[in-house]
């Protein structure tokens, strides 16, 4: 991976996809023109292609440069000496409160496989396999320690993805609750489902 850091080799390029991720999480990916990132950024079109060859270019970039971070960070924390049950709702916590920082890179990482080459297919696909075994791991662990009840935890994984990702679509701060408020609700929706009683 390129360093993209502040004082890097790479600080151009960095530029370009901090300002690419505001525009088309704002504008989306086909509101959004290689020209209008270029007259954001100061630059020309031509530092665009030669650093990313082609907006599809651009918007790879932006999944693997988006996805190690946020995977790095849930790693992390699937990685503490916890509970079971602790660690689970520590990472779920860690998660959503993603929503604040990288709400722009959300939106990207849910663009329709149309807007999206082969190549950007393959690594949104490969991102969204790596956080559904993380969660598949921290719930075979809490049903190994008697907490989980459902045979399959795949589909427990599933679903409990299926509300992250709807919380990082809809929320918007400033509202009547703070994140750290909402967060705990939808965790505790999240937790009662998934150890609710043996049928």
């Known amino acids: 991976m390129p360093d993209y850091s502040p004082g890097g080799r790479n600080e151009t390029p960095q530029k370009l996809i901090d300002v690419a991720i505001e ?6 990916f086909k509101g959004t023109s290689i020209r209008d990132i270029a007259k954001l950024t100061g630059m020309t079109i031509s530092n665009i292609y030669y650093y990313f060859g082609n907006k599809d270019g651009l918007l790879l970039a932006i999944l693997e440069y988006s ?3 946020l995977l790095e960070k849930l790693h992390d924390v699937a990685a503490r000496d916890l509970e079971p049950l602790d660690r689970l709702s ?13 709400k722009k890179e959300a939106r990207i990482f849910f663009l329709d496989e149309e807007h999206l080459s082969p190549e950007g297919i393959k ?5 969204q396999l790596q956080i559904l075994n993380l ?3 921290e719930l075979e662990n809490l049903k190994s320690a008697g907490y989980i009840h459902y045979e399959h935890i795949t589909i427990l994984a599933f679903n409990i993805l299926g509300v992250i990702n709807w919380h990082l679509r809809w929320y918007i701060p400033g509202g009547k609750m703070t994140l750290e408020e909402t ?3 939808v965790l505790a929706f999240i937790l009662r489902g998934a150890l609710a009683p043996p049928r």
């Open 123 to 127: 690594v949104n696909k490969e991102f």
């Open 90 to 102: 520590e990472l779920i916590r860690t998660h959503l409160s993603l929503v604040e920082v990288h």
């Open 23 to 28: 525009l088309f999480g704002s504008n989306g």
């Open 183 to 185: 967060n705990e609700e």
């Open 135 to 137: 969660y598949r791991n």
């Open 67 to 69: 996805s190690k971070r």
